[in-house]
């Protein structure tokens, strides 16, 4: 398989579950780019699609719930980066499902890309100093809190 995006150090947030989801949405991107490469057909892709929209939901969730409990200034600011992310990826989805063309499939993989690249690597550092000045164990405990 290639990676088009691999984890890396620099891409920590400062938390460990903040961290394991973000690894997760690599991995969800990477198959779903592989995917393409390999011709799966649109259902498949849109499987992948669906389960990578899902979890973004999921860990845009947790994190807001991890800056509300770190209290963390920027978090209103972040919620609306987030709900705008939603709403493009909706989007592409949208026009991919409607003529899932090869210049399309070029379109979603570059924009899922950048777009979780630019979320790690540059919205998401903004919280970083916060999350590591605080006692981890107690900050994963009431984050996990239902």
Known sequence: ??????????MSVGNDLLDKDHKILIKALNDFI???EDDEGVFVID???????????????????AMRIAGFPGLESHQGVHADLVEKVIDV???????????LETEVSDFLKSWLQDHILVQDMA??????SLDQDELNARISEA
């Open 47 to 65: 499987g992948i699609f669906t389960g990578l929209l899902n979890y973004t939901d999921f860990h845009f969730k947790r994190e807001e719930k």
């Open 34 to 36: 592989q995917a393409i």
């Open 93 to 103: 989805r949208r026009r991919f499902m409607q003529c899932p063309t090869a210049t």
């Open 1 to 10: 398989m290639t990676y088009i995006i691999e984890w890396s150090d620099d």
């Open 127 to 132: 919280y970083k100093p916060l999350m590591q």
